[in-house]
């Protein structure tokens, strides 16, 4: 009988982006769907930032006035969370599309950086389509009976999977960061995106760090400035230069 002789790969990241995923580097379709949904993502940010400074229910001082904001009229909430929905759905497009871009240029530490990003935008979509179908029901069972108002407000942070949004935000604000500063290191793009990436990572984590420390005035500038101005540019720069 004989025997085939094992061989190790002496470099096996190699081997992983080479041969377990063939020819994703050299595959244009990756790039260019990630290329259009980078861009539907600059759309849905702007969606969600307008939503979110339209929405009374988010100025609302505490949980009880919130709910009954919602009760009037929850379409601004809604328009949020149906924007972070697709923001998720077509944040899982765009990592992909960015490490075909790179086509190599990367190392493990980048690799992690992309699977945490994966997870940010998949929780993204997770929690903001949850809230789409209960936020309706809370509602009614919120204004229907005063019994149901202590149980509802104190339970709403259930509802969110991340509800200090170190995922949606600080982690993907991470991957924006390191994806900016990578490709300024390697010139693979103007100096004026590299930095407009840079500020973008940086109004992803004043919404963070204005949860944290209940500090309404980064939220909002975080939410408006990057929601309004530097998501929706930076994603859609993005997306076209993927899809060149």
Not at 138 to 151: L, V, Y
Not at 170 to 194: D, E, I, P
Request: aromatic share 14%.
């Amino acid at each position: 009988m004989e025997y085939t002789p094992l061989i190790i790969d002496p470099h096996p990241s190699v081997y992983c982006n080479q041969h377990i995923i063939p020819n994703m580097k050299h595959d244009h379709t990756i790039t260019t769907l990630g290329g259009t949904c980078a861009i539907f993502m600059g759309v849905s940010y702007f969606l969600g930032g307008a939503s979110y400074l339209l929405n009374s229910a988010r100025q609302a001082i505490n949980n009880y006035t919130y709910w009954e904001s919602l009760a009037k009229d929850n379409r601004a909430e809604i328009l949020f969370h149906f924007s972070l929905t697709l923001v998720g759905l077509f944040g899982l497009a765009v990592v992909p599309a960015v490490t075909t871009f790179f086509n190599g240029r990367v190392g493990q530490w980048f690799i992690w950086i992309n699977n945490l990003a994966y997870v940010g935008f998949g929780v993204s979509l997770i929690e903001h389509l949850r809230a789409i179908r209960i936020l309706p029901e809370w509602t009614k069972s919120f204004m229907a009976d005063a019994i149901n108002r202590p149980a509802i407000v104190s339970t709403h942070l259930s509802l969110e999977l991340d509800p200090d949004h170190w995922l949606q935000f600080g982690v993907v604000g991470l991957w924006v960061f390191m994806v900016s500063w990578l490709a300024g290191r390697h010139q693979l793009w103007s100096k004026t995106f590299t930095w407009l990436g840079l500020c973008t990572a940086v109004s992803y984590w004043l919404v963070v760090f204005g949860i944290a420390f209940r500090t309404s005035v980064l939220i909002l500038v975080g939410g408006s400035v990057g929601g309004l101005i530097l998501m929706p540019i930076w994603y859609i720069w993005l997306g076209r230069i993927l899809r060149k």
